[in-house]
Nanobody, 124 residues
């Protein structure tokens, strides 16, 4: 089971770092992603990273503010979120994405195995 942590409440402009612990013996074979779901909205892809960090993807809304990273030795995925905005509020999920260590579009349709999510709330 994937387990997210690091969510919380921050003011606009603040930062949070999300972590996703995975149960895998090695994370080397998995492309991973972060997704979020705002109240009343569909779940959307935020950022994805290929297994060997050959490629990363960011949604336009978070480019320049969020940074995805992974520590394969610790089997953990991270999302550093800076300059947070109220529109970043939502439940953030990590997931394995795609096959063969690669993602295609970083879309919800590509996500295979999900965590339960962690709440991020950004106040104005």
């Amino acid at each position: 089971q994937l387990v997210e942590s690091g969510g919380g409440m921050v003011q606009s402009g603040g930062s949070l770092r999300l972590s996703c612990e995975t149960p895998f013996q090695t994370l080397d074979y998995y492309a991973m992603g972060w997704f979020r779901q705002a109240p009343g909205k569909e779940r959307e892809g935020v950022s994805c990273i290929s297994a060997l960090v050959y490629s990363v993807h960011y949604a336009d809304s978070v480019k320049g503010r969020f940074n995805i990273s992974r520590d394969n030795a610790k089997n953990t995925l991270y999302l550093q979120m800076n300059n947070l905005k109220p529109e970043d509020t939502g439940v953030y999920y990590c997931a394995t994405v795609g096959r063969n260590g690669r993602y295609r579009t970083c879309s919800v349709a590509e996500a295979l195995r999900w965590g339960r999510g962690t709440q991020v709330t950004v106040s104005p």
